[in-house]
């Protein structure tokens, strides 16, 4: 794929953001509130770690719930945060070359949240997600 197309690729998802957004809300069941609180993350992750039994089933679906999930994650420390402004990461020496990242949500910090949402079916913490979005936004 060639730069424009990445970026092209990325304007198409940001544009989007808002139909992951409800496709995640109509899939997790009715318990899990998606209040874009750093609480609300423990549940979300609860419902990933059922769904995936391990990292290799999410990024098997990183197109899907784990892009709607990564989505929210990165929705959820930009309200917390009081900014942040979504970008594709075009660096090539990236880990997280190619995807949507976060940037601006506090100085000089960027993160990559359909990563992070894969990464929880990874760590399998129960935790992770929470622990993660609040040291971002606390610094």
């Known amino acids: 794929m ?14 989007s953001i808002y139909v992951y957004l409800d496709e995640l809300r109509a899939a ?11 609480d609300s993350l423990k549940p979300l992750e609860a419902w990933l770690l059922d769904r ?5 089933a999410a990024r098997a679906d990183m197109a899907g719930m784990i892009n ?19 970008r594709l990461d075009d ?18 910090d960027s ?3 359909i990563t992070l949402a894969s990464a929880a ?5 129960g935790d992770y997600l929470y622990s993660v979005a609040s040291h971002l936004v606390s610094g």
Not at 71 to 84: D, H, L, S, V
Not at 91 to 108: A, K, N, T
Not at 121 to 125: C, M, N
């Open 2 to 15: 060639t730069p424009e197309q990445r970026q092209d690729h990325f304007e198409t998802w940001h544009a």
């Open 28 to 38: 997790v069941p009715a318990e899990v509130t998606l209040d874009y609180s750093l």
């Open 52 to 56: 995936y039994p391990d990292i290799a």
């Open 68 to 86: 709607n999930a990564g989505a929210y994650i990165g929705e959820t420390i930009r309200k917390t945060a009081g900014r942040g402004t979504w």
């Open 91 to 108: 660096d090539e020496e990236s880990i997280f070359h190619g995807f949507p990242i976060l940037v601006d949500f506090r100085d000089g």
């Open 111 to 113: 993160c990559s949240p």
């Open 121 to 125: 079916t990874d760590r399998r913490r």
